[in-house]
């Protein structure tokens, strides 16, 4: 079993920026992927991005240019830096890990990201 603890969520104004951060209980050379997504109230959970063990990325469309994501390895913790935020980025944002020896993914407990003046 692996716990995500996920922190950095809150309220900021429009465009303006912050990181959230993830750290997996278990090695994170053991995870195959680790990704963010979220999920606003009355719609789906969706993608925003993924960073695989091999440190390939992949980010929503509706992300890019704006979100990074990242991993240091030494802190065994993945981050999702937002910047330009816009208040249809409200959501809450769950982080996502996967195994592919296991077939398993485990989801974090989610953070709130409210972007409102």
């Known amino acids: 079993q692996v716990q995500l603890v996920e922190s950095g969520g809150g309220l900021v104004q429009p465009g303006g920026s912050l990181r959230l951060s993830c750290a997996p209980s278990t090695n994170i050379f053991s995870i195959t992927s680790l990704g963010w997504y979220r999920q606003a109230p009355g719609k789906q959970r969706e993608l925003v991005a993924r960073?695989?063990?091999?440190?390939?990325?992949n980010y929503a469309d509706s992300v890019k240019g704006r979100f990074t994501i990242s991993r240091d390895n030494a802190k065994n913790t993945v981050y999702l830096q937002m910047n330009s935020l816009k208040p249809e980025d409200t959501a809450v944002y769950y982080c996502?890990?996967?195994?592919?020896?296991?077939?398993?993914?485990?989801w974090g407990q989610g953070t709130q990201v409210t972007v409102s003046s």
């Open positions: 996502n890990a996967w195994i592919v020896i296991s077939k398993t993914e485990y």
């Open positions: 960073i695989t063990s091999g440190g390939g990325t």
